[in-house]
């Protein structure tokens, strides 16, 4: 290597380092002081090679205490500190755009610092375990449609039946021989009730359905859960004004309970289930309580020793199925606090399917096609028949204690 280029690599090198320690470190000064100094001198009278690798490894050594003292003060730098040493860094790009060599450059004013978890960018999910699925809210452990008879109809708007209406007139009796036998007549009516549809719609992006786990899964789950509710409260409640059913606890549906309300809950369902077979000629097949109502029973306690007992003529099976009198019972927040029900489930009433409740996905839906969504649909076409005005009387769980 000449003078010409030892001096060009020189000046280089002691440009680069002057700029980086200006202003920041005396002791870095005073060094590039000497080895300027020294310059000088070789350019008069010129260089040996010995002298070239001393000077060498004095501006290595400098170089290298000037990265360590960045290194270690990288994490207390000043924002115009960090913008300094991005420019420096970016000197030629800087002056590739002043002499409009390039349309642009950048500078990323970012601190050195430790690696972490917060150096992941992108996302949030780094480190999180994803549970397979969606959490759903509870369902409901007893439907109506789980202890209603149930059938089929086909089409049509309504179904109409025929039922025995009162004892009808006359009576059957002993005849004498060669007496006028008794003439007797029983009336019936005819009783229409219409088919109703129950349904509900949703719409979902087509993204969130194929990139949310167990999406179609859940809306498979949930949806007829919530469409089940709501066949519960029309077999119970519904007011039979289209587009309602109506329901078994809607008046002329059912019989009142004619129980003290001052007698403890036992004994009300006890009296109505002497009324529906002694009075109505009914079977008692079925009683339907609020959990809460349900569950009292086991808090029966015996008089003196205060043990917990059954009231006496209930008991609980192997099966899990508490039985009144033998009668099965349900406990359901189907029906309302604070009624209960006893009646003759088999016979008296009973819902008709036309199509059964069913799930479907449209994608020609409105602006579905233009905004990339899906429509879901769920619904069905339901005929509740009630055969009679006292299959099942409806009581009060409240227990009102009598003035003394």
């Not at 969130?208 to 119970?236: C, H, T």
């Not at 009300?268 to 009914?282: A, C, F, G, P, V």
Request: proline share 4%.
């Amino acid at each position: 290597m000449d003078v010409k280029e030892f001096e060009g690599v020189l000046d280089s090198k002691l440009a680069g380092l002057k700029t980086q320690v200006e202003t920041k470190n005396t002791e870095f000064q005073g060094s590039l002081s000497a080895l300027e100094s020294q310059l000088n001198d070789y350019k008069e009278k010129g260089i040996s090679a010995e002298q070239f690798e001393t000077m060498q490894k004095h501006l290595d050594s400098l170089d290298i205490r000037v990265q360590g003292q960045n290194r270690e003060t990288a994490q207390k730098k000043s924002f115009g500190s960090i913008l300094e040493q991005e420019i420096l860094a970016k000197s030629d790009e800087i002056a590739k755009f002043e002499r409009k060599e390039t349309k642009s450059f950048s500078l990323e004013l970012k601190a050195v610092g430790d690696m972490s978890t917060t150096n992941v960018t992108g996302g949030n999910r780094y480190g999180q375990i994803m549970a397979d699925g969606i959490r759903m809210n509870p369902n409901r452990k007893v439907h109506m449609s789980d202890i209603l008879p149930g059938g089929t109809i086909g089409p049509g708007n309504s179904f109409t039946f025929m039922r025995e209406n009162g004892q009808g007139e006359g009576a059957i009796a002993p005849v004498a021989e060669g007496a006028l036998k008794p003439q007797i007549d029983l009336d019936l009516i005819e009783t229409t009730v219409q088919i109703e549809t129950i349904a509900g719609w949703l719409r979902i992006s087509r993204k969130m359905l194929n990139n949310v786990p167990g999406m179609i899964s859940f809306l498979q789950a949930r949806l007829p859960e919530k469409f089940q509710r709501v066949l519960d409260a029309q077999i119970l409640y519904g007011n039979g004004t289209t587009p309602n059913l109506k329901g078994i606890l809607t008046a002329g549906n059912f019989v009142a309970s004619d129980a003290l309300a001052s007698a403890p809950l036992i004994e009300k369902i006890i009296n109505d289930i002497s009324d529906l077979e002694d009075t109505y000629e009914r079977d008692a097949n079925g009683i339907l309580l609020r959990p809460k109502d349900y569950y009292s029973f086991f808090l029966n306690k015996a008089a003196g020793s205060g043990e917990y007992d059954l009231p006496q003529g209930v008991t609980f099976g192997p099966d899990g199925q508490l039985r009144i009198l033998g009668i099965p019972t349900w406990a359901s927040t189907a029906i309302n606090s604070p009624d209960y029900v006893v009646g003759d489930f088999n016979m008296g009433a009973q819902l008709l399917t036309q199509e059964g409740m069913r799930i479907e996905f449209f994608d020609q839906d409105g602006t579905n096609v233009r905004e990339n969504k899906i429509t879901v649909r769920i619904e069905g076409n339901y005929a509740l028949p009630v055969y009679g005005p006292d299959y099942f009387i409806r009581g009060d769980a409240t227990f009102t204690p009598a003035e003394v």
